[in-house]
């Protein structure tokens, strides 16, 4: 594996690989790995010829300084971890190579980012935007792979895609869960044991409001949702949304077309999770 860290080393490596005829596949991520980025990893090889993994905690996209300063940084064991799930390159660039200067770009997502995340966390989904168009500029990937725990990160990255005209295809990717039902997240590591211990009951909840689904309304399902994981004590739910899987309108009635995707943030403690399934 090679281990990159400037634009101009990356975009010499790739323009070989593309003489050379082979595919471009794409993972971003902000490091502290774990299974969830390696299964990404793994369906990128699956798809690609070459697999390039970009490592780097990006400052825009946070509204919340003290967020960014605890987010886990472990580069050394993320290359190690990339290095034996067959990634080819590792991109882990400086802030000053990505943001020489300030970026000042503003993306309209329109109602995509009116909602949920776009709507607790003002700035964030401009932050994603602006890394990830910067990444793909220098990655130049054919297939770039997301999870679909940052269910409304991959709406705002296709229609990022759209409107900037890249030909590049976006791969939604599979939660992956502990054997507890925690989704995995770099946050994960930050979460104390008692905290640690409680965070299942947020999938368990949404497992169990599935099957409530047929007996309430969408709004009663709803505050359902809420109130049984505030019941957990460690657990403090900011939202829940149930919205259309493509579109991500707001559902208000079951009869309503198409696939629905009930999508929660949870604080427990400092440490602010999100999770969603599919109904
Ligand atoms: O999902 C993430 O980890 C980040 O938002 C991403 C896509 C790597 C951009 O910084």
């Known amino acids: 594996m090679k281990v990159i860290h400037t634009k101009e080393g990356l975009t010499d490596l790739i323009g070989n690989y593309k003489k050379e005829g082979k595919t471009i596949g794409f993972v971003p991520t902000m490091g502290a790995l774990h299974e969830g980025h390696l299964s990404l990893v793994t369906q990128c090889k699956k798809n690609s010829d070459v697999a390039v993994v970009s490592v780097f905690v990006n400052p825009t996209q946070f509204n919340d300084p003290e967020d960014l300063k605890r987010y886990p940084r472990t580069p050394e064991k993320d290359c190690a971890l990339l290095e034996t799930a067959g990634c080819d390159v590792a991109f882990l660039p400086s802030v000053e190579e990505i943001y020489p200067e300030k970026d000042t770009r503003k993306f309209d997502f329109g109602y995509l980012e009116s909602i949920m995340e776009g709507a607790k966390r003002p700035g964030h989904f401009n932050g994603v935007g602006q890394v990830v168009s910067r990444l793909f500029d220098i990655v130049q990937p054919d297939k770039a792979f997301f999870g679909m725990k940052d269910f409304q990160q991959v709406a705002i990255i296709k229609n990022m895609v759209r409107q900037l005209n890249y030909t590049l295809e976006i791969i939604p990717c599979p939660i992956v869960r502990e054997a507890s039902g925690l ?97």
């Open 183 to 279: 989704a995995l997240s770099s946050r994960n590591a930050l979460l104390d044991k008692e905290h640690k211990e409680n965070a299942p009951h947020i999938y368990a909840t949404l497992k169990k409001a599935r099957e409530l689904a047929s007996q309430m309304s969408v709004n009663e399902l709803k505050k359902w949702i809420a109130d049984e994981i505030n019941r957990n004590p460690f657990l403090e739910t900011e939202y829940v949304e149930i919205v259309d899987d493509t579109t991500l309108k707001v559902i208000n009635d079951w009869k309503e077309e198409g696939t629905k995707v009930a999508c929660v943030a949870v604080y427990a403690g400092k440490i602010r999770l999100i999770d969603n399934i599919v109904f």
